[in-house]
């Protein structure tokens, strides 16, 4: 089965939230920085790159309600060393609101792939709102929740969320 393991996002910094912050465009550069190389780990199988990312803390939460913490995600990859091969993936960010130490990130994340344990061929899209902090210097992710989701794998597709849940 597939495991989605959404990466990091990237940033614009508009809110639609009045008097919310935006993520300054320094911040924003960071963040966009930390996409592309979680982008360029997930392509090369490097778990450890994308691990070193993610808070003790962190959870992701997928379309359909699933919930995997961080330490989940590190006994499934001991069980599954290999994982999923990630062939393309890319995160378009709409907005970035700032609350306290916590920016919140709203995009669509797409990703590309073969399913490690079906052999599936797979394409993925969520949309989705990643939070993160930035704790000595380093940015830390605390979560990812996908709202939507669409998952084509060989020729079916699944789409989970609004509009049309559990098609």
Same mark, same amino acid.
């Given at each position: ?8 996002? !990237? ?41 070193? +990312? ?19 995600? !590190? ?10 091969? !990630? ?20 995009? +669509? /994340? ?11 061929? /797979? ?45």
């Amino acid at each position: 089965m597939l495991k989605l393991m959404s990466f990091a996002a !990237v940033a614009l910094s508009t809110s639609a939230f009045a008097g919310t912050p935006v993520a300054s465009p320094e911040v924003v550069k960071q963040l966009q920085g930390m996409n592309e190389a979680d982008c360029v780990a997930s392509k090369a199988g490097d778990f450890e790159a994308y691990l070193k +990312t993610l808070a003790p803390e962190y959870v992701q939460v997928t379309a359909d309600g699933t919930r995997t913490s961080r330490a989940q995600i !590190v006994a499934e990859h001991a069980k599954n060393p290999k994982g999923d091969k !990630v062939t393309a993936c890319s995160t378009q960010v709409d907005k970035v609101v700032q609350a306290g130490p916590h920016y919140y990130l709203y995009g +669509t /994340y797409k990703q590309e792939g073969l399913d490690s344990s079906s052999q599936a061929v /797979y394409h993925l899209t969520e949309r989705m709102r990643d939070t993160w902090r930035q704790e000595g210097g380093v940015w830390l992710q605390e979560e990812s929740r996908g709202y939507e989701m669409t998952l084509e794998e060989n020729g079916k597709v699944k789409h989970i969320g609004p509009g049309n849940a559990g098609k």
